[in-house]
């Protein structure tokens, strides 16, 4: 046993595992636990991984320009005030060591993502976890739990595990109500999924304390392959920069993301069928005594009786080849989130929760 003590956060990688992709002993098993894109990855960005094998001796490139191109066409943002990670993980650490240390809060609410916490401890920061009002993030709370040591706040919008979203006026409310040292992160892993939402682009254009987060792993089904980006004000952008590696994406994931981003057909076909049977699947579910909230991303985090309840639909669906997430660990013992498949796994969900009842 070595005699150097980790930093505590590394510890805490377990709560962020996105579970097995199998169930011994059971056939046709579907994954529905880590809100991966069910129709797979765009086509093109399969022939770009392919057609990247023969250039993997290289190193890849290492500003990531061609990609930060591409996504600067799609989106209408800057590509210089653009950076590219291994997944938006990458990004989200890349802030806490930049901005986050010893002594300084780092702000997360009641039900937020595993990896704001999981990174401000392993930069040595604290991690200070803010209550929501009904699983809906609250300014008010956020803006209460500031102090003069708080230098990072983050927001999933929509939120993961539970769906939900805040509007831009109060996203705005709390950008500018935070205390001047202060930087919002708004992590849009799931800003795909809503007709219209920039994200936080606008925002960001007004505002010097304000960076958003995006991925390639949800809606363009690349999650295996780690890429996802940040878009904020140059000065902090420069500063990820300095934090970042050289090589932090390979050529066959900068390759990939570039060609998902521009299939505009296959994201539009995505984004559709996650609207149909996340619909669907909240109304069937609901029918069955089973609600949720209003889902505006790619899963719905079903809300049982109790507890028990919930595990025993959870232990009935893996017998049923269903693989959902328990979301205990984020403070929610009564649910399960339940990423939105295609037809059929919808359908099986569904069929599947009947029974248990
Ligand atoms: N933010 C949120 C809210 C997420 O749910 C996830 C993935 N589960 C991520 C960030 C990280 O995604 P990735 O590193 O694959 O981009």
Not at 314 to 328: H, P
Request: hydrophobic content about 45%; aromatic content about 6%.
């Amino acid at each position: 046993m070595s005699l150097i003590a980790p930093q505590p956060g590394i510890m805490d990688i377990a709560l962020y595992q996105g579970g097995a992709a199998h169930v011994d002993g059971v056939a046709n098993v579907i994954k529905l636990s880590s809100n991966e894109n069910p129709l797979g990855p765009s086509p093109k960005a399969v022939e770009a991984v392919r057609n990247s094998a023969a250039g993997i001796h290289r190193y890849p490139n290492t500003d990531h320009a061609p990609l930060r191109a591409a996504i600067g066409e799609m989106t209408g943002l800057n590509p210089e005030q653009i950076i590219c990670g291994a997944g938006s993980d990458e990004i989200i650490s890349f802030l806490c060591q930049a901005y986050a240390g010893p002594g300084d809060e780092v702000l997360h609410t009641e039900h937020g993502f595993a990896m704001y916490r999981i990174s401000a401890l392993a930069a040595g920061a604290t991690p200070v976890e803010v209550r929501e009002r009904d699983r809906i993030t609250d300014v008010d709370a956020l803006l209460a739990g500031c102090t003069e040591r708080t230098k990072l706040v983050f927001v999933a919008n929509p939120n993961n595990p539970t769906g939900t979203m805040i509007c831009a006026a109060e996203i705005a409310r709390l950008a500018d109500g935070l205390p001047q040292q202060a930087l919002l992160v708004l992590d849009g892993a799931y800003a795909e999924f809503v007709d219209g939402y920039d994200g936080g682009a606008a925002l960001i254009a007004e505002r010097d304390n304000v960076v958003m987060t995006r991925t390639f792993s949800k809606l363009y089904g690349l999650g295996g392959l780690r890429v996802g980006w940040g878009y904020g004000p140059q000065p902090i952008i420069d500063v990820l920069n300095r934090v970042r590696g050289p090589f932090n994406l390979s050529t066959t994931a900068l390759l990939a993301a570039e060609a998902a981003i521009r299939d505009t057909d296959y994201v539009e076909h995505c984004r559709a069928q996650n609207s149909r049977w996340r619909a669907w699947l909240a109304k069937a579910l609901a029918e069955l005594g089973v609600p949720s909230d209003t889902s505006c991303a790619n899963f719905i985090l079903a809300r049982f009786a109790s507890q028990t309840e919930a595990e025993a639909c959870d232990a009935y669906l893996q017998t049923q080849g269903l693989i959902v997430r328990r979301v205990a660990g984020y403070n929610l013992p009564n649910a399960l989130r339940i990423t939105v498949g295609d037809e059929i796994a919808c359908r099986r969900v569904a069929a599947a929760v009947a029974a248990f009842k």
